[in-house]
């Protein structure tokens, strides 16, 4: 066993005492979680925005050229996103929940690889929104992807058109949050008050930088409770955590819940 090796394992085996002995459970998650689903994350190595740049909501609404390349860049990643089948990180922050210790999901991601794990759709809250459906910028009229998919193939890229609600006429959007478009209200009224209640919280695969929603570890803390970070890089809020674990979100997390629950009912 490497130094390495000893310093990861002290450091999962000090996490499996806290889990089994808290009382209000809270993860959160970001795009790393989902990485070994085969979804890219934004800013590992890899990440969506070492290619290209986010493009924000006002440009969504002003400029045809870049609303046309949001949905061109949806359209290609939206298949991989919907075949996507949840990881060993997934499955083991669903095992945690079955077995009573995991309260509540707060993650950023929008592939609803959680809820496909077995976590039920009313303990995970998303807090970017997500991308299994379309929905209207001005009156929130929700739409699937058959609906407005075919609008693209009756309007050529050249064409620059993009689809509008039926009811106001307002622009479509995938039901996410871009940079500069204002979060979900309630989701986040629910993810900083459940973070508030937990005396613990595990964030993994989140490069913690992005805000408001890098702000809920620090809500944890500033009720009492601990902060643990899973990520395989350092994140913007070591310095926050009671224990920084660096490895892969799957692994980890197996191991942990392995050790924490027993796999005897592993799904
Ligand atoms: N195991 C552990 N960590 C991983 C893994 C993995 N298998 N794969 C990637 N990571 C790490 C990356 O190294 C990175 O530090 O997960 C982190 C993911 O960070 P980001 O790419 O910044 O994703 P996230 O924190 O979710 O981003 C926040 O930014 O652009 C927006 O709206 C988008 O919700 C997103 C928000």
């Known amino acids: 066993m490497t130094a390495f090796d000893r310093q990861l394992e002290t450091r999962i085996t000090e996490l499996v005492a806290l889990v089994r002995s808290s009382r209000y459970l809270v993860a959160f998650s970001g795009a790393g979680i989902s990485t070994e689903s085969g979804i890219p994350d934004f800013r590992g190595p890899q990440g969506i925005w070492t290619k290209m740049r986010p493009i924000e909501l006002q440009d969504f609404l002003q400029d045809p050229t870049a609303r046309r390349e949001y949905w061109r860049r949806k359209i290609e990643s939206y298949p991989q996103m919907l075949d996507a089948e949840p990881n060993a990180g997934h499955r083991a922050l669903a095992r945690l929940f079955e077995a009573g210790l995991l309260k509540t999901m707060i993650t950023q991601n929008i592939d609803g690889l959680h809820q496909k794990a077995g976590i ?127 490895g892969s979100a799957g692994e980890v997390l197996s191991n942990v819940v392995d050790r924490s629950v027993g796999n005897s009912h592993r799904i």
């Open 120 to 246: 039920p759709e009313d303990r995970v809250i998303e807090l970017h929104g997500s991308n299994a459906y379309i929905a209207c910028l001005e009156c929130r009229k929700r739409f699937e992807w058959e609906e407005v998919l075919p609008f693209f193939a009756r309007h050529p890229a050249s064409a620059g058109e993009c689809p509008r609600c039926d009811d106001c006429g307002g622009w479509l959007k995938p039901a996410t949050i871009s940079f500069g478009q204002a979060m979900p209200e309630e989701e986040t009224r629910r993810a900083f008050s459940e973070a508030g209640k937990a005396d613990l919280l595990i964030t993994v695969g989140t490069s913690l930088l992005v805000y408001p929603a890098a702000g809920i570890p620090g809500e944890t803390r500033r009720h009492g409770g601990k902060v643990v970070i899973i990520n395989n890089q350092p994140t913007g809020l070591d310095h926050e955590a009671q224990i920084f674990i660096q």
